[in-house]
T-cell receptor, first 117, second 111 residues
Framework: NAGVTQTPKFRILKIGQSMTLQCAQDMNHNYMYWYRQDPGMGLKLIYYSVGAGITDKGEVPNGYNVSRSTTEDFPLRLELAAPSQTSVYFC????????????????FGPGTRLTVT | AQRVTQPEKLLSVFKGAPVELKCNYSYSGSPELFWYVQYSRQRLQLLLRHISRESIKGFTADLNKGETSFHLKKPFAQEEDSAMYYCALRDTSGGSYIPTFGRGTSLIVHP
């Protein structure tokens, strides 16, 4: 298993440009998440998905969009990039059941370091 | 709303000293709590979860519902413990089951 993979590893964008951060998992997990990690601020949830075709906003969704057309893929789209979106982006996945799951664990990707200048 | 507080941004200790990384939470239901660790240039990974009551790499964490805390402890720190540590709480109230993370504590263990 490759686990959770993310591409690209690094990217520099100019203000106003757009891009898509790719995330894929091969563990047949139903839940997938996007976080951004800013120094001293921890992990902030951007969007999440509980299954193919279902997405929902997290804590900081503004400026981002997501889609979940398959169980495996969960791309994050940045439209009109702004300097405030400079961050490290982590994708994660987990398997969860209605009513909770005692072996619950999130699996994280390696991250994408994005700089907007 | 659930909240996770890690009051220390940075914790600096010497090798062999005891370590305690603090985590406090606010949550109205019955929480599930976790510690994740991120070593330099690596991805976040689960360190331990309260429901398992396990010890991983010498670390333990006890859920104290009275004090709403889930502090991470290790009696003798090692240099390889230097990393970023995140406490996380998962909503199990029948909602979305989405975890909330604290802001993280950077642990530095000096030789």
């Amino acid at each position: 298993n490759a686990g959770v993979t993310q591409t690209p590893k690094f990217r520099i964008l100019k203000i106003g440009q757009s891009m898509t951060l790719q995330c894929a998992q091969d563990m047949n997990h139903n839940y997938m998440y996007w976080y951004r990690q800013d120094p001293g601020m921890g992990l902030k949830l951007i969007y999440y998905s509980v299954g193919a075709g279902i997405t929902d906003k997290g804590e900081v969704p503004n400026g981002y969009n997501v889609s979940r057309s398959t169980t495996e893929d969960f791309p994050l789209r940045l439209e009109l990039a702004a300097p405030s979106q400079t961050s490290v982006y982590f994708c994660a996945s987990s398997y969860d059941l209605a009513g909770g799951h005692p072996e619950y664990e999130q699996y994280f990707g390696p991250g994408t370091r994005l700089t907007v200048t | 709303a659930q909240r996770v507080t890690q009051p220390e941004k940075l914790l600096s200790v010497f090798k062999g000293a005891p370590v305690e990384l603090k985590c406090n939470y606010s949550y109205s239901g019955s929480p599930e709590l976790f510690w994740y660790v991120q070593y330099s240039r690596q991805r976040l990974q689960l360190l331990l979860r309260h429901i398992s009551r396990e010890s991983i790499k010498g670390f333990t964490a006890d859920l104290n519902k009275g004090e709403t805390s889930f502090h991470l402890k290790k009696p003798f720190a090692q240099e390889e413990d230097s990393a970023m540590y995140y406490c996380a709480l998962r909503d199990t109230s029948g909602g979305s089951y989405i975890p909330t993370f604290g802001r993280g504590t950077s642990l530095i263990v000096h030789p």
